[in-house]
């Protein structure tokens, strides 16, 4: 089951470290989308990119964090100099050349937690 | 801008129930709607979706949506609720963002409990 695929599904850093979480899509999309969950907030768009390309990154705050998502291997979320505030889990996911309707297929998500 | 409110954080029913999650919406052109279900430390699945059509739209585990122009509302529903429909149900609709894409914006959630 070609899924997709997240990991690590936990992952734990002290303040001031870097946090990278990865995201491969499901077989046969090429589009990937970043979500940050807060409790009590749902879910918050981050960024959405094609390969080796940004499509919008509107929803990605503007210093420390940024996104990759390469020709080949899995797309990189990168926080540097994580914060407390950080903590949250990070889902990723992908959908076919993204059209208006077109629903999203979500991995299991990565749950940081910043110390 | 298109938003989405979701009326209620909890919802608690008891088994066999009806089941009867709310949601409206905000946006100035005809909507791309959507209901997706999010089980314990899992990522989030879709339930239905609404884009052109019937109005009366059927998803998955018996669960359908009722979108109501008039209303702006796309409230969900089940008419017998199991044990195992007790999860994290978001209303999601396709938003224009400053980037020009449009990207499913989701709402806060609402947390079906089940009684036996």
């Known amino acids: 089951n070609a899924g997709v695929m997240q990991n690590p599904r936990h992952l734990v850093r002290r303040r001031g470290q870097e946090a990278r979480l990865r995201c491969s899509p499901m077989k046969g999309h090429s589009h990937v989308y970043w979500y940050r969950q807060l409790p009590e907030e749902g879910l918050k768009f981050m960024v959405y990119l094609q390969k080796e390309n940004i499509i919008d990154e509107s929803g990605m705050p503007k210093e420390r964090f940024s996104a990759e998502f390469p020709k080949e291997g899995p797309s990189i979320l990168r926080i540097q100099q994580v914060v407390r505030g950080d903590s949250a889990a990070y889902f990723c996911?992908?959908?076919?050349?993204?059209?208006?309707?077109?629903?999203?297929?979500f991995g299991n998500g990565t749950r940081l937690t910043v110390t | 801008a298109q938003s989405v409110t979701q009326l209620g954080s909890h919802v608690s029913v008891s088994e066999g129930a009806l089941v009867l999650l709310r949601c409206n919406y905000s946006s100035s052109v005809p909507p791309y709607l959507f209901w997706y279900v999010q089980y314990p430390n899992q990522g989030l699945q879709l339930l239905l979706k609404y884009t052109t059509g019937a109005t009366l739209v059927k998803g998955i585990n018996g669960f359908e949506a009722e979108f109501k122009k008039s209303e702006t509302s796309f409230h969900l529903t089940k008419p017998s609720a199991h044990m195992s429909d007790a999860a994290e149900y978001f209303c999601?609709?396709?938003?224009?963002?400053?980037?020009?894409?449009?990207?499913?914006?989701f709402g806060r959630g609402t947390s079906l409990i089940v009684h036996p």
């Open positions: 999601a609709v396709s938003t224009l963002t400053s980037g020009g894409s449009y990207i499913p914006t």
């Open positions: 996911a992908s959908s076919h050349p993204g059209t208006a309707n077109s629903p999203l297929h």
